[in-house]
């Protein structure tokens, strides 16, 4: 296989001026029809992407005559077709028949139930007609469809609707233009017989834009949300970027087999439905939460990737890196912003800390691949927006809104590069960013040594920062507390203010030494505040200021960081208490951290929200970095008993608390069924603290509810208890109650894979041999494999798991490449694992590499893994 370089980008010799695409939709293939108008700067021959098509019909003509056709010669390739042009100046007309309904692959033109739909980035448009699959094309679109008028009643693509007619007693067809040029990743079509949600936006220039949500029969009042969140989006948009939109109309399509979660194609989104559709009865709270951070994510493209777009698919991290962090600071505003922060955070260490310290570590502008499709990951999108957020904590808010602004109004209608917006936010505001490059060229996560002094006798604190690897432009968010929890308002050299006066070490070199004078005595660092930059601090911090912290820092985000590392610590040494077998020794060490868990329980101060994520236990994926391998079975067994110390040391007043948040959600709920932040903090809590309880006792702590966020957690909880017939018959009650809503049954596959239950795997077996789990269908991967490679303390246990994994993952390779490659994802803690299980490993994917079979995606990830 060969890679694809960044080296070799070609800017194009040639442009399109405009395009024009007929759908001709029939039962069992699709006609389309392309004409198109190049302008050539150079005569030079052009290659068509083009794969699966059947070619009807292929001509050039001459621009000012269509009868008089150009004889170009044209040679037929397995991936497309290249023509060698005589003039410079034509029009191509090219017909071709495909076949959507046997497209499993989910990418170009693709038939999902009784719906047609496409996805086409990053290269999907390739399978729907011979066109330059690539972003730097941009082009204005007119789009006709033609199709039954019973089976798909609603015609939908981008821009604005222009003509629907009727052709006949059975056949319609619907025009749309879209004004504003864009690539061919962001065409979209839909065909199908679907219901609405309708709604209006008024912009702030007193523009009316006609919203619409379209989903499957029945179900348009499960996208209230998704409207709600949409509009919220257009206003945040217009009040902090001065953004407005630029169409009459904005329309979401919500469908079940998408590879990815959503599409921003212009003006016409595809949404897979998990994160559209959701009402109290079938969505979780997170579900909540996921579609208002999507459905804005999508609307926010419009300006950072549609109007401003990449030049090539090494730049991707230009609209995704922007994009999520526009898309977390929207979410920071809707809620408490520290709680965000520390959502945003939790994402980037579980997701993409692994992948950044794994064999498919890459920078955040990659400079090779073997396919473009694999470039969607973690450090694209996360760390992207880390790096971005880092520019915005150099110059402040105030003047990265004034660089934004420039930004937008440099490069509107343009594909470009992330250099073009380094330098536009940056250098253009003042600040050299030649060092700050290195967050897009290199891979890895930097890190950071800390040491520090206290010199009673001088009045002297002082720390030293120091770079371990590459330099890095780092900024440092900091604050000083003296022992009773007050802030100190001193100076130093090397710290420094943004334009938002936030005090700011900007480290740009290998070490500095930074001595606070005055002190009556030893100050608690607040370092890193609000994780102003990704980076792995490592500092051989005394214990007692993690606890101090935890108590008393008045940033969110560093009070839970500040207990999250207080606990990993105590995993730590009770787990090396295990291994020397001290167990009696092993429990003592736990006291100190239960006395600060109910100090911060009965801290009434503390809002609920902020007490729900601080009751949060560290995730397997955090506990496997911080102690630096993987010991499945010993982790296991110490998160067990650390979990079911606290639970008998807390019992009573995890016990109260837990009634009366019962007590509390059980009227609540009754009264209303609409989502509500607070509510849902209330009932978040309530789950951590049951999970500790259950831990203990064994016994899951119900009460009565409609509500589906409690639902699953009982049956959650259950799921820990029960064995053999009694945890078989509540899995099958589960399903028979809920077989024919999709999405809670993406639950169910995700509740059982991610159980540390003795039968979890023979339950997955089971699942899949009964015919309830479908490999087409992606959310059902994602929730059953993905989640079950991801249960770190639970997969790695047994050989077996490798076996079964990979076969289920060369199976669904052979016709869904995308999926496949990302659920190889989930094998790159491979250098965590022990020598046995590393070998294990690597015997068999390298059988999986070696025999030809494997699509270019899992080639890619899979053959670094070995």
Not at 209 to 223: A, D, F, H, M, P
Not at 357 to 381: K, L, M, Q, W
Not at 611 to 626: C, H, Y
Not at 781 to 787: A, K, Q
Request: a neutral charge.
């Amino acid at each position: 296989m060969e890679k694809i370089f960044l080296k070799d980008y070609q800017k194009p010799h040639f442009q399109i001026l405009n395009l024009n695409l007929e759908f001709q939709v029939y039962d069992n293939y699709v006609l389309v029809t392309q004409k198109s108008q190049y302008q050539l700067q150079e005569l030079k021959p052009i290659f068509l992407n083009g794969v699966d098509q059947e070619i009807q019909e292929l001509f050039f003509s001459n621009r000012n005559s269509s009868d008089l056709v150009l004889p170009f010669t044209v040679e037929k390739k397995d991936n497309g077709l290249t023509f060698h042009p005589t003039t410079k100046d034509f029009d191509l007309k090219i017909k071709t028949k495909i076949n959507p309904y046997a497209n499993k692959s989910l990418e170009g033109l693709y038939a999902s139930k009784n719906f047609l739909v496409t996805q086409c980035e990053a290269e999907g448009f390739r399978k729907i007609s011979f066109f330059p699959d690539r972003p730097d094309i941009m082009t204005l679109y007119t789009v006709s469809i033609e199709a039954d008028l019973k089976k798909f009643p609603v015609l939908l693509s981008n821009g604005n609707r222009t003509e629907q007619k009727i052709l006949s007693s059975t056949r319609h067809r619907v025009t749309w233009s879209d004004p504003w040029k864009k690539p061919c990743y962001l065409f979209a079509l839909f065909a199908g017989d679907v219901d609405v949600l309708q709604s209006h936006y008024t912009t702030r220039s007193g523009k009316t834009v006609n919203l619409e949500i379209y989903s499957e029969k029945g179900k348009s009042t499960r996208c209230e949300h998704a409207m709600a969140s949409l509009k919220r989006s257009m206003k945040w948009d217009e009040d902090k970027f001065d953004r407005e939109y630029d169409l009459s109309e904005y329309m979401i399509v919500a469908i079940d087999d998408f590879n990815a979660g959503a599409m921003e194609n212009k003006g016409l989104n595809i949404f897979n439905s998990r994160l559209i559709l959701a009402d109290s009865m079938t969505a979780t709270d997170s579900d909540f939460f996921d579609i208002e951070s999507v459905v804005a994510h999508e609307y926010f493209h419009n300006w950072t990737g549609n109007r401003i777009t990449l030049r090539d698919w090494f730049q991707l991290s230009l609209k995704e890196g922007l994009t999520v962090f526009r898309d977390q600071e929207f979410s920071a505003d809707m809620t408490e912003k520290g709680i965000q922060r520390v959502r945003d955070v939790d994402l980037l260490k579980n997701r993409q800390f692994p992948e950044d310290a794994g064999p498919n570590a890459h920078p955040v502008r990659p400079e090779s691949c073997y396919s473009v499709d694999n470039f969607f990951t973690p450090t694209i999108y996360e760390k992207g927006a880390e790096v971005i957020r880092m520019m915005q904590n150099i110059l402040g808010k105030r003047q990265f809104k004034i660089a934004m602004a420039r930004y937008f109004k440099k490069y509107d209608g343009q594909a470009i590069t992330t250099d073009d917006y380094r330098t536009t936010i940056l250098d253009e505001s003042g600040h050299d960013s030649s060092l700050f490059l290195n967050w897009y060229q290199k891979p890895g996560t930097p890190k950071v040594s800390i040491a520090d002094s206290w010199h009673e006798d001088l009045k002297t604190y002082s720390l030293r920062l120091s770079q371990l690897n590459d330099a890095f432009e780092i900024p440092i968010f900091i604050d000083l507390f003296d022992t009773k929890g007050k802030k100190l308002d001193l100076e130093a050299p090397f710290v420094k203010t943004n334009s938002d006066g936030q005090k700011l070490i900007l480290l740009n070199t290998t070490s500095i030494e930074i001595t606070w004078k005055g002190l009556d005595q030893r100050p608690v660092v607040s370092l890193l505040r609000n994780f102003s930059a990704p980076v792995q601090i490592i500092w051989n911090r005394p214990q007692e200021d993690y606890y101090f912290l935890a108590l008393n820092d008045d940033d969110t985000f560093n009070r839970n960081e500040s207990l999250q590392l207080y606990l990993l610590n105590a995993f730590k040494n009770l787990y090396n208490q295990f291994v020397l077998e001290n167990r009696q020794e092993a429990r003592q060490t736990l006291k100190p951290l239960s006395r600060l868990l109910d100090a911060i329980l009965q801290n009434d101060s503390l809002e609920e929200k902020v007490k729900a994520k601080l009751f949060g236990f560290p995730s397997q994926s955090v506990i496997m970095q911080f102690m630096g391998f993987l010991d499945a079975v010993g982790f296991s067994k110490t998160e067990s008993t650390m979990k079911e110390y606290l639970g008998q040391a807390l019992k009573p007043i995890l016990q109260k608390r837990v009634q009366d948040l019962n007590l509390q959600l059980t009227q609540l709920e009754k009264k209303s069924d609409i989502y509500d932040q607070d509510i849902a903090a209330k009932r978040e809590l309530k789950m951590n603290l049951t999970d500790i309880l259950i831990s203990a006792a064994s016994e899951p702590y119900d009460y009565e509810t409609k509500n589906f966020t409690s639902t699953l957690f009982q049956f959650s909880s259950r799921m820990r208890i029960l064995k053999g017939v009694e945890r078989k018959q509540e899995i099958i009650n589960f399903h028979t109650v809920w077989k024919h809503e999709p999405l809670v049954l993406n639950k169910w596959l995700q509740t059982i894979a991610l159980g540390n239950h003795p039968e979890t795997f023979e339950t997955i077996q089971w699942i899949c041999n009964q015919g309830y789990f479908n490999a087409e269908n992606p959310n059902q991967v994602y929730s059953l494999l993905r989640n079950f490679g991801n249960n770190l303390f639970y997969f790695h246990q047994n050989n077996t798991h490798y076996d079964f994994f990979l076969e289920k993952l060369a199976d669904i390779d052979a016709f869904n490449p995308q999926v496949a490659a990302r659920l190889a994802t989930c094998l790159q803690v491979v250098g965590n694992l022990s020598e046995e299980k590393k070998n294990y490993l690597a015997k068999a994917i390298n059988k999986m590499t070696a025999a030809g079979k494997l699509s270019r995606n899992s080639f890619e990830v899979l053959s670094k893994l070995s």
